[in-house]
C-alpha cells in the first residue's frame, strides 16, 4: 500500500526545511557539516548537509502514519532511490533556482522517479526565489511540460509550513484526479 | 417594491482628427451617455479595440481611415462639413452641438441595443486582450501598471497594496494606452514600485473576482498548459482538483464540475483566468471520454487528504 510521501532533491534544494515544516516529529536526519569548501561557497547559510536520509512521520490518526522521506538527489546516492520510491503515494521534487542546472537535475529526477513509482504522483517546488528573480519560472515549467511532465510546479518556500502544505494538497489533487479523469 | 439597480456599462470612443472644438463638445456628450447607464472613455484612435470611432472625415487621410474601421467592423460617426445626406455613414455637420453629438452617440450605442449588455465593463483584461506585442499602460483612477510585450510580468506604478491592483482588475473603466517607444517605457519605469508575475496577477484577480475575467465563446475542451505562476497558497484551495484534472486531459465546463465537484461559476473564472494567461489550450475537438487511470482512491488516501484539510467525497470540500 501506498504509504510514503517522498521528497527529492539537489543539496541545498530545501528537502530537511521542507520536512520539517509539516512534520508531527522532529526529523531524523543524517546531516553532517559540509566539508567541499566550494559548495559552502555555493550554499553561504548552509553548513550542514544531508548525507542519507531523512525520515519523519505524520499522524492520521488511529496510529496510522503516512512516512515522509527526504531523499538526496545527487546520482552516486541513488542506490537508496528504489528503496524509498516503493510505495510512495506521491513524489515532490524540489529544487533551487539558484541551482544553474535545475532543469537538467528535476528532468533527470522526474524520469528516474517515474520510472521507479510508476504509480506516484509528481510536483515540482521551486525554492529560493527570493535569491534568485531573474529564474524565469514560466520557461522552467514549459520545458518540464515541453518533456512531458505535465504537473504542478509552484514556488514553495520550504521554511513555511503554509506553503509546503499547499504544495502538497496540489499532489493531492493530482492523484485524485488521475482516478477521475 | 425597488426595481432591480441596473448596471452602467463602459464603452471606448475613439476619435480622430477632431479639432479643439468637437473634442470638447464630443467629451460633454460622451459625459451625457451616463443617462443611458453606459460610462463612456474618449480616447484618441490609434488603432486600438474601442466600441465607436468618431472623426472628421474631411482629410486626405479619411478613405483609408474609413476603410480601416470598416475592415475592423467599428462603427464610425463622421464629422464633416460635406453634405450629411450624402454620407454612407452616419455623421454629424461640422460645428455639430452637443446635443447633436449625444443624439447620434446614443443612437450607435443604445438604440441596437436594448439589453444593456452590448457594452461589456471594459475591465483590465478585455482591454488588454489583443494588445499581445506591444508594452501597454493602464490606468483606472489612481492604479495605473504597466503589462510588458510579451504579457509576461505586470509593473505597479503606484505605491498601493498590491490587494488594491487585484480588487480593481476585474472593475470596468480602464484606459489602456499601448506604449510605442522605448522612452515611454523607460518613462513609465521610473515610477515602478514593484514587479509580478502576469500569471500571478491575473490568477489571484480571478481568484478574488465574483465574474470570469473574461467572457469565452468557444465550446471546444480546454486543458492546461501548464501549471500558473502564482505565489503559493494564494488561489483557492477548491480550485486544485478541477486545475490538476485539466492538467490531464480536456474538459467541457459543465463535465468538469460535475466531475470535480466544483461550481460552474468556478470553472468558469479558472477557465478565463487561463485563457488570459495564454495557458487555456482550447485546440481539443472533442471531449475525450472519461476514462481515469484505474488507480483507485483508498481509504488511506482518504485519511491522508483528510490530514491536509481536504475531503475529495463530494468534489473537493475543504
Known amino acids: 500500500m501506498a504509504t510514503k510521501l517522498v521528497f527529492v532533491g539537489e543539496m541545498g534544494a530545501g528537502k530537511t526545511t521542507a520536512i520539517r515544516s509539516i512534520s508531527d516529529m522532529e526529523p531524523i536526519s543524517t546531516e553532517m557539516p559540509i566539508s567541499d569548501e566550494a559548495a559552502l561557497d555555493a550554499f553561504e547559510d548552509k553548513s550542514h548537509t544531508t548525507v542519507a536520509?531523512?525520515?519523519?512521520?505524520?499522524?492520521l490518526g488511529d496510529g496510522e502514519l503516512l512516512h515522509v522521506y527526504g531523499v538526496p538527489g545527487q546520482a552516486y546516492l541513488d542506490f537508496m532511490w528504489p528503496i524509498v520510491a516503493e510505495g510512495a503515494i506521491g513524489v515532490i521534487v524540489l529544487v533551487s533556482a539558484l541551482n544553474p542546472r535545475a532543469l537538467p537535475s528535476t528532468l533527470t529526477l522526474l524520469e528516474r522517479f517515474r520510472a521507479l513509482a510508476p504509480d506516484a504522483c509528481f510536483a515540482v517546488g521551486v525554492t529560493c526565489q527570493d535569491r534568485e528573480p531573474d529564474f524565469s519560472f514560466s520557461d522552467f515549467r514549459n520545458a518540464l511540460a515541453g518533456e512531458g511532465h505535465r504537473l504542478p510546479v509552484m514556488w514553495v518556500d520550504a521554511r513555511e509550513t503554509s506553503q509546503v502544505d499547499f504544495l502538497i494538497k496540489a499532489l493531492l489533487s493530482c492523484r485524485y484526479a488521475e482516478a477521475i479523469a | 417594491m425597488s426595481a432591480p439597480a441596473r448596471k452602467i456599462s463602459a464603452a471606448v470612443i475613439g476619435c480622430q482628427g477632431l479639432d479643439v472644438l468637437h473634442m470638447m463638445r464630443l467629451k460633454v456628450a460622451s459625459s451625457l451617455l451616463m443617462a443611458e447607464y453606459i460610462q463612456a472613455d474618449v480616447q484618441e484612435w490609434n488603432h486600438q479595440q474601442v466600441d465607436l470611432l468618431v472623426a472628421c472625415i474631411d482629410d486626405s487621410n479619411s478613405q483609408q481611415l474609413l476603410r480601416e474601421a470598416?475592415?475592423?467592423?467599428l462603427p464610425v460617426l463622421a464629422v464633416t462639413r460635406k453634405v450629411l445626406s450624402g454620407l454612407s455613414i452616419p455623421g454629424v455637420a461640422y460645428g455639430a452641438s452637443v446635443r447633436d453629438i449625444f443624439q447620434q452617440l446614443r443612437?450607435?450605442?443604445v438604440a441596437s441595443d436594448n439589453s444593456g449588455e452590448r457594452y461589456k465593463p471594459r475591465t483590465l483584461f478585455r482591454s488588454l486582450s489583443g494588445s499581445k506585442g506591444k508594452p501597454c499602460l493602464l490606468h483606472m483612477g489612481l492604479v495605473k501598471l504597466l503589462i510588458d510585450a510579451t504579457h509576461t510580468r505586470a509593473t505597479l506604478l503606484r505605491d498601493l497594496p498590491?490587494?488594491?491592483?487585484?480588487?480593481?482588475?476585474?472593475e470596468p473603466g480602464w484606459t489602456l494606452s499601448q506604449l510605442?517607444?522605448?522612452?515611454?517605457?523607460?518613462?513609465?519605469?521610473?515610477?515602478?514600485?514593484?514587479?509580478?508575475a502576469f500569471e500571478d496577477f491575473c490568477w489571484q484577480a480571478a481568484a478574488r473576482s465574483p465574474e470570469p475575467l473574461v467572457q469565452r465563446e468557444t465550446t471546444n475542451?480546454?486543458?492546461?498548459?501548464?501549471?500558473p505562476e502564482v505565489e503559493t497558497g494564494k488561489l483557492p484551495v477548491q480550485w486544485l482538483l478541477p486545475m490538476a484534472a485539466m492538467m490531464r486531459r480536456p474538459w467541457q465546463p459543465g463535465e468538469l464540475a460535475q466531475a470535480t465537484g466544483t461550481s460552474l461559476d468556478d470553472i468558469a473564472r479558472i477557465m478565463a483566468a487561463a485563457?488570459?494567461?495564454?495557458?487555456?489550450?482550447?485546440?481539443g475537438t472533442g471531449a475525450a471520454p472519461a476514462q481515469g487511470s484505474g488507480n483507485k482512491v483508498s481509504g488511506f488516501f482518504t485519511r491522508i487528504a483528510k490530514r491536509f484539510g481536504l475531503n475529495f467525497s463530494k468534489g473537493l470540500q475543504v
Open chain 2, 70 to 73: 470598416s475592415q475592423q467592423g
Open chain 2, 221 to 227: 475542451p480546454c486543458q492546461l498548459r501548464g501549471w
Open chain 2, 162 to 170: 498590491y490587494e488594491n491592483f487585484l480588487k480593481a482588475a476585474a
Open chain 2, 180 to 196: 510605442g517607444s522605448a522612452e515611454a517605457v523607460d518613462e513609465c519605469m521610473a515610477d515602478a514600485v514593484s514587479t509580478h
Open chain 2, 107 to 109: 443612437q450607435l450605442l
Open chain 1, 53 to 59: 536520509l531523512d525520515y519523519s512521520s505524520i499522524e
Open chain 2, 275 to 283: 485563457a488570459c494567461t495564454g495557458l487555456l489550450d482550447g485546440s
